[in-house]
């Protein structure tokens, strides 16, 4: 079954940076887009960054551009988020998903919180 597991998040000063990890197992990863999403306190979960299936294409939220990389290595199955210049703003619980079927599948999401 498909799985993944989110890592790397944690508590963290303005404009420092953290490192996200999505390790996924329970499908053929190299085929498939992946995406981070985020879901502050009060707020609806939004589309933070996606990246194609082989890596070279990414799109990103505008809030994040130029702070945020997403990468992927398909050899581990691993999707990453480096988070950069992070600000209040950023904070909330943050999901890798993929899309495999026509169903949605998430991980449990790992808490970023940005805070002096």
């Known amino acids: 079954q498909v799985q993944l597991v989110e890592s790397g998040g944690g508590l963290v000063q303005p404009g420092g940076s953290l490192r996200l990890s999505c390790a996924a197992s329970?499908?053929?990863?190299?085929?498939?887009?992946m995406s981070w999403y985020r879901q502050a306190p009060g707020k609806e979960r939004e589309l933070v960054a996606s990246?194609?299936?082989?890596?070279?294409?990414?799109s990103y939220k505008d809030s994040v551009k130029g702070r945020f990389i997403i990468s992927r290595d398909n050899a581990r199955k691993t999707v990453f988020l480096q988070m950069n210049s992070l600000k209040p703003d950023d904070t909330g619980v943050y999901y890798c998903t993929v899309v495999r079927g026509g169903v949605s599948y998430w991980g449990q999401g790992t808490q970023v919180t940005v805070s002096s």
């Open positions: 329970g499908f053929t990863f190299s085929i498939y887009l």
């Open positions: 990246i194609s299936s082989g890596g070279s294409s990414t």
